[in-house]
C-alpha cells in the first residue's frame, strides 16, 4: 500500500531565489536594452501572465486527469500565489509534464519570440514567469530523483503537494522544499469543498488595491 508523503514549499528559500532570479534578468535586460521605459500598462499585463502561468498547469494537468472536474483553481495573494490544482493522482511523468508546461510555454517558448518580435513587454513578462517558476523547478528537481511508482495529487494545499509512493520518500532532499509528514488515510486528506475556482477576500483586496493604482497611474 502507499503512503502520502506531504512537501510544502519552503516560502522563503522560494521568495529569495524567485527575486535574485527577477532582478539578475531585469539587470540583463536594461543593460541590453538602456532605453526601456516602464509602461504602466505592464501592472496587468503582469497579473494575467501570472495567472495564466496556472492555466497552463491546468491545461497539462487535464491531459492526464481522468476527471477535469477535478482540477481546481484560485488565487491566494496574500500567499503570493494563484495555484492550480490536481485533486486525482497522476504519475511521475504526468507531474513533470505539468509542471514544466507553463515555463516552457510563457518563458523558453515566449522569451525569443518577444526578442524577434522587438516586444519588450513580452521579455519582461517571460522573464517574470521565469521567477514565478522558480517553485515548479524546485519539485521537478525533487520528483526526478524519485522512484518511477511514485503518484502526485492535491488535497487542500496551494503552496506544496502530497507524493504517493510504497517507498519511504522523506529521506529525498532538494532546494527550495521541505518534508512535512506522512501517513496512510489519504481520503481524511482530500478537501471535496474546494469549488473549481476559489479566490480570497485579500485577493480580491489586493487585485482592487492593483486596479486603483493603475487608474490613478493612467490618469497622471
Known amino acids: 500500500m502507499k503512503k502520502y508523503y506531504k512537501f ?12 535574485i532570479v527577477l532582478v539578475v534578468s531585469a539587470v540583463a ?5 538602456r532605453t526601456y521605459q516602464m509602461d504602466i500598462n505592464i ?6 501572465y501570472l495567472a495564466l502561468h ?19 483553481y484560485g488565487a491566494a495573494l496574500e500567499k503570493g500565489v494563484f495555484y492550480a490544482m490536481c485533486q486525482e493522482r497522476i504519475n511521475k511523468k504526468a507531474i513533470i509534464v505539468s509542471l514544466l ?15 524577434l518580435i522587438h516586444s519588450e513587454n513580452l521579455i519582461i513578462l517571460a522573464l517574470i514567469n521565469f521567477s ?11 520528483i526526478r530523483k524519485m522512484p518511477k511508482d511514485i503518484e502526485y495529487i492535491d488535497y487542500d494545499n496551494s503552496v506544496g503537494c502530497y507524493l504517493l509512493s510504497k517507498e519511504d520518500l522523506s529521506k529525498y532532499k532538494a532546494i527550495g522544499l521541505k518534508y512535512v509528514e506522512s501517513g496512510k488515510d489519504e481520503d481524511k486528506l482530500i478537501n471535496k469543498d474546494i469549488k ?8 480580491v483586496i489586493i487585485l482592487a488595491i492593483l486596479v486603483v493604482d493603475y487608474i490613478i497611474l493612467k490618469l497622471l
Open 8 to 19: 510544502n514549499l519552503d516560502m522563503v528559500w522560494a521568495n529569495v531565489i524567485a527575486t
Open 43 to 48: 501592472i496587468i499585463y503582469m497579473v494575467l
Open 101 to 115: 508546461f507553463p515555463f516552457i510555454f510563457l518563458t523558453v517558448i515566449a522569451l525569443p519570440i518577444g526578442v
Open 132 to 142: 514565478g517558476a522558480t517553485g515548479d523547478l524546485f519539485m521537478v528537481n525533487l
Open 54 to 72: 496556472e492555466v497552463f498547469h491546468g491545461i497539462a494537468f487535464s491531459i492526464y486527469a481522468k476527471d477535469v472536474k477535478n482540477i481546481k
Open 29 to 33: 535586460f536594461l543593460f541590453f536594452d
Open 196 to 203: 473549481r475556482i476559489t479566490i480570497s477576500k485579500w485577493s
